[in-house]
């Protein structure tokens, strides 16, 4: 069995994301030009959160998306058959602030592919990039705007997030040996 370590239990999980919103709020002005747009697995759960904490310090509700990457991956080749999860993005993305939400930045190609699915829902007038955990290993030069936790990690290693909205019995990251 591969040796796990937690690196962030939930009440630090819980304080990571405090943090990146109170960051998102601090860099973005116009508070009703921001929506936010999680990745499944893992970043839709953790834009949920955010968009709580930010409607607090805003005073307002925060536009929430789900924009599913899969189909607009390029390594589709690579993968025996890609798991497709819903995409719902009930707000108009033209002219607005979109923060993505993931919940591990690696190589960069998630982001990549989550920025050229947007453009098929309109033109945001910017977008930026939210991690709970960045791990490295960048094959894009693509790098977060707002970071609960900088992890650096071998290849070998692999990074998940446990979150009860999934189903686990509590929040944490879980870093692994393959």
Do not use: Y
């Not at 591990?104 to 592919?113: D, H, I, K, Q, Y």
Request: glycine share 6%; charged share 25%.
């Amino acid at each position: 069995m591969p040796e796990a370590t937690v690196i962030l239990d939930a009440l630090a999980i819980q304080r990571a994301i405090t943090r990146i919103a109170h960051e998102i709020a601090e860099r973005n002005e116009r508070s009703t030009e921001v929506a936010l747009v999680g990745i499944p697995v893992g970043g839709d759960h953790l834009a949920a959160r955010l968009a709580k904490i930010l409607a607090s310090i805003w005073n307002h509700a925060v536009p929430v998306g789900i924009l599913d990457t899969a189909m607009h991956r390029d390594d589709l080749d690579h993968r025996v058959a890609p798991t497709v999860h819903p995409t719902d993005i009930p707000f108009d993305v033209n002219g607005k602030t979109i923060v993505l939400v993931d919940d591990v930045l690696f190589s960069g190609r998630t982001t990549r592919a989550a920025m050229d699915a947007l453009n098929d829902f309109g033109r945001p007038k910017k977008i930026q990039l939210a991690v709970l955990v960045d791990r490295g290993h960048r094959e894009l030069p693509i790098k977060a705007d707002f970071i609960g936790k900088n992890v650096p990690t071998s290849l070998d290693e692999k990074i998940s997030l446990q979150l009860t909205e999934a189903g686990a019995t509590k929040d944490e990251v879980i870093l692994k040996k393959k």
